[in-house]
């Protein structure tokens, strides 16, 4: 079964909408996030 995100709201299955940047502001008051996400280098287009 799944549910859409306002019926999840309202069966108590979640407690609102937002991202990590909205629970980093306005809940926790840091205004400063840190992206430690790990990002595969490109490779070159020349061999040489």
Same mark, same amino acid.
Request: a positive charge; zero cysteines; hydrophobic letters at 45%.
């Given at each position: 079964?799944?549910? $859409?995100?306002? *019926?999840?709201?309202?069966?108590?299955?979640?407690?609102?909408?937002?991202?990590?940047? #909205? !629970?980093? =502001?306005?809940?926790? *008051?840091?205004?400063?996030? !840190?992206? #430690? $996400?790990? =990002? =595969? *280098? *490109?490779?070159?287009?020349? !061999?040489?």
């Amino acid at each position: 079964m799944f549910w $859409t995100s306002a *019926k999840s709201v309202d069966l108590g299955l979640a407690d609102g909408f937002g991202d990590a940047n #909205y !629970v980093a =502001r306005a809940v926790i *008051k840091q205004p400063d996030i !840190v992206d #430690y $996400t790990h =990002r =595969r *280098k *490109k490779a070159s287009a020349s !061999v040489w």
